[in-house]
Nanobody, 123 residues
Framework: QVQLVESGGGLVQAGGSLRLSCAAS????????MGWFRQAPGKEREFLAA????????RYADSVKGRFTISRGNAKNTIYLQMDGLKPEETAVYYC????????????????WGQGTQVTVSS
């Protein structure tokens, strides 16, 4: 059973930074892609970034390219999302996920999800 636990959310002022972490347990090697999504109230879940655990290849949504950075941790099965230049409209619950599809960009390409961590950006 794959379990994902996100941490690092909180309250930050506009223009500030946060670093989210996601620790995965029970992930098999063939579940190679890990991704970050967010969902604001009343909106659909939005893709942010994905990383291939084996290759280190990455993919970003245009909306966060150049401001957010996804990376693998030294600890196995841990990924991070460094978020810089945060905007109030980016207030949402942020989720990490694991999937089989190479660098998938939609929620239905991911099979396991964490509970999410709240990020609030004040103006």
């Amino acid at each position: 059973q794959v379990q994902l636990v996100e941490s690092g959310g909180g309250l930050v002022q506009a223009g500030g930074s946060l670093r989210l972490s996601c620790a995965a347990s029970g992930r098999a090697d063939y579940m190679d892609t890990m991704g970050w999504f967010r969902q604001a109230p009343g909106k659909e879940r939005e893709f942010l970034a994905a990383i291939s655990w084996s290759a280190g290849a990455t993919r970003y949504a245009d909306s966060v390219k150049g401001r957010f950075t996804i990376s693998r941790g030294n600890a196995k099965n841990t990924i991070y999302l460094q978020m810089d230049g945060l905007k109030p409209e980016e207030t949402a619950v942020y989720y990490c996920a694991v999937g089989l599809r190479w660098l998938g960009g939609t929620p239905n390409e991911y099979d396991y999800w964490g509970q999410g961590t709240q990020v609030t950006v004040s103006s």
